[in-house]
């Protein structure tokens, strides 16, 4: 096991009191396994990238532990935080368009960041690692300014994993590319893990049909907590979570008309995450929700490696 | 037919004194009647949202023209009674210091100086009626108080109450979520049931597969496939198709690679330049192959 989040606890301090983003997750990760994180806007799931990175300013550590490699990581220590961060864990931005140095060409950016951790550039590496990815090696003596959309992120892709962390956070890296680009991006994530740059991956996403192409688990949230968690496969064609369900029923898919097929998305919004409700957190909104859903579901593992919270799973 | 554009082009000046120009729209021609979607889709670039502006007039065209009910499109109170836009960030199209109530009181003020409050106060519960939202919930907050999908739906609802015919909506649900964003889409399958005219302008094929009756591909500011949706993407001619539908991730299916074409359709039967018509009203453009004489 690469990683174990244990009751994880992040709270976000806000003038009218503590949000609990993240409110007791736990799961693991395999060596080689790629984890596709989705769910609603709000759900913890970037929050979750982010604590296993840095916590900002606002973020505070509520309880619970994060075990990379059988070492525990020191997630609530900013400054120690610091000799995880790129040698064992590295994380590619939401918005790694605008993450490039725009003052520095991509050469010297790259130097200038690896020698801050006290590592050399390994030109002929970066090279080999940049034309898998697909970018020729004139992109070095480049500005970011001169790269296109989908070059900069796959750059900045290619950047992240140079010291061979043992996790890479990915948080929504593609949702800014066109089809085709994501598609490339997606395929040099693989790429990675399977040559063995990163060798466990956390995939952050709000799109479930992209994560079932990259995935080979998939974790839904809902409300700062862990609703399903289970092989890719079974996530799409066997969810047990009435969640999942609805998620899955809500997607329109090339080939279904509304002519045909009607599809409906999910009443109402999640709870506000100020001061959650007690029990079930999909409870207003679930359509077989019933007596029991008032007490917490606890995450109960219905098949090997598949893991859901609800009462009636 | 209602809107109609006739080898609209559309040249931008570049450059420290506007010495250069780029060409964001070439030679673009499709036409939109009442109670039709039709879907306009493309890559970032591929002047999709340049189209959606010059029909509502927010932009000039350089070249063809752009007719609505017969006149060219002239922007002004009594164009924006009949045609209206929605974009896509819901945030930044509202003024943060109004309420709802105001942004809808805007458009009394502008358009129905005469009727009174006691019926205005009834259409605009109505039209949010339609558009499923709660006038209790809705009215009298500010918009960092509702949500994406509610403040989308809100949008609608204020173009309701215009006599409207057309809508140009701009990638209006690629800022919502998944659960919100079918609701979105099936509200303009509904008010197009009603016979309201929908130019949905999106990067993402699914979206535009679930509601458009016609398609519209677009690639570097020429349409380069143009028919009804079940052609387009069922049958889809040109390469550059075929490329974006087989990058689209879908749940039960394999990541495909596009199939190649193996002989350009369009010199065969003879095409030069322009679009040639595949199918019943099923258009294509010169795929541009190695092999082409």
């Known amino acids: 096991m690469s990683l174990r989040v244990s009751e994880l606890k992040v709270y ?81 931005p939401q918005y790694a368009m605008s993450a490039l140095n725009p003052t520095r060409k991509i050469r010297r950016m790259v130097t200038e960041l690896l020698r801050s951790r006290g590592v050399t550039l390994d030109t002929a590496e970066l090279e080999s690692r940049m034309s898998q990815v697909g970018l020729p090696r004139e992109v070095l003596d480049r500005y970011p300014i001169e790269l296109s959309g989908g070059m900069k992120q796959r750059m900045v892709m290619v950047v992240s994993t140079l010291l061979d962390p043992s996790l890479l956070i990915a948080d929504e890296v593609t949702s800014a590319l066109d089809v085709s680009t994501q598609k490339a991006v997606a395929r040099a994530l693989l790429g990675f893990r399977d040559s063995g740059y990163v060798k466990s991956m956390i995939f952050v996403t709000h799109d479930l049909a992209l994560t079932h192409h990259i995935a080979d688990t998939i974790m839904v949230m809902y409300a700062g907590r862990l609703a399903e968690k289970a092989p ?9 979570h009435p969640y999942t369900r609805l998620l899955l029923d809500s997607l329109p898919e090339v080939g279904v008309r509304h002519t045909d097929r009607r599809l409906t998305g999910i009443a109402g919004s999640p709870p506000s995450l100020l001061d959650p409700p007690a029990g079930c957190r999909f409870r207003d909104r679930c359509p077989i929700a019933g007596e029991e859903c008032a007490e917490d579901p606890p995450v109960a593992e219905v098949a090997a490696g598949h893991y859901v919270a609800c009462w009636k799973a | 037919m209602m809107l109609k554009l006739d080898d609209v082009t559309k040249e931008f000046r570049i450059g420290a004194f506007g010495g250069k120009s780029v060409t964001a729209v070439r030679n673009v021609s499709f036409d939109l009647g009442p109670g039709e979607v039709v879907s306009l889709i493309g890559e970032s670039g591929s002047g999709k949202s340049t189209i959606g502006r010059m029909i509502l007039g927010l932009n000039p065209v350089s070249g063809g023209s752009i007719t609505f009910e017969g006149r060219p499109v002239r922007a002004g109170k009594e164009y924006y009674r009949h045609v209206q836009g929605i974009f896509q960030d819901p945030f930044s199209s509202f003024n943060p210091v109004f309420k709802a109530d105001r942004v809808f009181g805007l458009i009394k003020d502008t358009y129905y100086r005469t009727v009174p409050g006691e019926e205005w106060a009834r259409r605009v519960g109505d039209s949010l009626r339609d558009v499923r939202l709660d006038p209790g919930q809705v009215l009298g907050k500010y918009p960092h108080q509702l949500s994406g999908g509610q403040l989308q739906r809100l949008l609608i609802a204020r173009a309701l109450l215009l006599d409207i015919k057309l809508l140009v909506a701009d990638e209006i649900t690629s800022m919502l979520d998944a659960s919100t964003r079918i609701d979105v889409l099936n509200l303009l399958a509904d008010l197009k049931a009603r016979g309201l005219g929908v130019l949905y302008i999106t990067h993402d094929l699914s979206l535009g597969n679930y509601l458009a009756e016609r398609t519209v591909v677009l690639r570097r500011g020429s349409v380069v496939e143009l028919g009804p949706t079940e052609r387009v993407f069922g049958d889809p001619l040109h390469p550059y198709t075929r490329e974006l539908l087989a990058a689209v991730p879908r749940l039960h299916q394999e ?39």
């Open chain 1, 232 to 240: 890719a496969d079974v996530i799409v064609k066997a969810p047990r």
């Open chain 1, 12 to 92: 976000y301090r806000t003038l009218k009191g503590e949000v609990r983003a993240l409110d007791g997750l736990s799961f693991g990760l395999a060596d080689g396994e790629i984890l596709g994180l989705v769910g609603e806007s709000g759900c913890g799931k970037s929050t979750l990238g982010k604590s296993l990175i840095r916590l900002d300013g606002r973020m505070r550590h509520a309880g619970g532990t994060v075990v990379l490699d059988g070492e525990e990581l020191p997630i609530a220590d900013d400054r120690r935080m610091n000799d995880y961060r790129f040698h064992q864990v590295s994380l590619i």
């Open chain 2, 255 to 293: 990541w495909a690679d596009a199939t190649p074409v193996d002989a350009c359709l369009y010199h065969a039967r003879g095409g030069t330049g322009g679009l040639m018509e595949a199918g019943p009203g099923h258009f294509v453009a010169c795929a541009g192959l190695g092999t082409c004489p």
